[in-house]
């Protein structure tokens, strides 16, 4: 990795870049020009309505159409890459999200190690911190298999990667978010919600002392910051994790 010049040129992968935090983690990339090629990888391949600001960024990365759970298609997707990054997540029962939020991207850490991948990045959770023990709602709970298995998957990057690691731990994402052709401008709802948990002096933290609640609150971000904050992080030599005011200051 050419340090000096502030470039690494070599071929970055996406797991999950066709969803909403995995297109801005892509134009992140080709905006950087940190790397000599940027694929995606994940079931549905190209964006069929990008939204307009991330377009001319989108057309420049190779979509490669699989399934993460099929070792072939996952392996080959893998294979050569300098770094892969992991966008996946998805809603759901608690075993299903278990299984997206966390094996899925425990298989591919374990798929890039094989491979010989430099790096490896992940978009976890603000409610996977140290001492959270990746839980702090009962396993009744609705969101409980997105927690859990976003800390399993933190937990295996960690033993895998101890110097090749990128978490971020963001809360809520904001920002512009394509649904088909419609446009939602979720920062209308995310960057006032910020400034009430993070720069209202005791009203933010009444709220932040507030279980759960508090932590998710003061923890949201744009969806840019995410973006930039994990490319310019896979620069670093050591082991890197982003708590939501860290990615904020991208």
Do not use: W
């Not at 070599?10 to 983690?25: A, D, I, P």
């Not at 979509?63 to 392996?75: K, M, P, Q, V």
């Not at 140290?130 to 399993?152: R, T, V, W």
């Not at 998710?216 to 904050?229: A, D, H, K, N």
């Amino acid at each position: 990795m050419a340090q000096a010049s502030n470039t690494i040129k070599k071929s970055l992968l996406v797991l999950g870049g066709n969803g909403y935090v995995g297109q801005n983690v892509l134009h992140a990339a080709i905006q950087s020009n940190l790397f000599s090629e940027v694929r995606s990888f994940n079931r549905s391949g190209s964006p069929k309505s990008p939204p307009p600001h991330l377009a001319e960024s989108l057309s420049q990365v190779e979509f490669l159409t699989g399934d993460i759970f099929d070792n072939s298609a996952r392996e080959d997707a893998i294979d050569g890459n300098y770094a892969v990054v992991s966008c996946i997540g998805a809603f759901g029962s608690n075993d299903f999200m278990k299984k997206i939020c966390g094996d899925a991207t425990i298989e591919a850490i374990e798929t890039s190690k094989q491979k010989g991948v430099n790096k490896f990045g992940f978009v976890s959770s603000a409610q996977v911190y140290e001492g959270s023990a990746g839980l702090k709602i009962p396993p009744s709970m609705p969101m409980h298999g997105y927690f859990q298995g976003k800390y399993n998957a933190e937990q295996k990057l960690l033993e895998s990667y101890p110097d090749g690691h990128v978490i971020l731990r963001p809360g809520f994402i904001y920002g512009r978010r394509n649904v088909g052709s419609v446009q939602l401008p979720l920062q209308l709802i995310g960057a006032p919600i910020n400034i009430v948990g993070n720069h209202l002096g005791p009203i933010s933290s009444l709220i932040q002392s507030v279980p759960f609640v508090g932590k998710e609150v003061s923890s949201m971000v744009p969806v840019e910051s995410v973006g930039r904050s994990m490319i310019d992080s896979l620069k670093e030599e050591k082991g890197v994790i982003l708590e939501a005011a860290d990615i904020r200051q991208f």
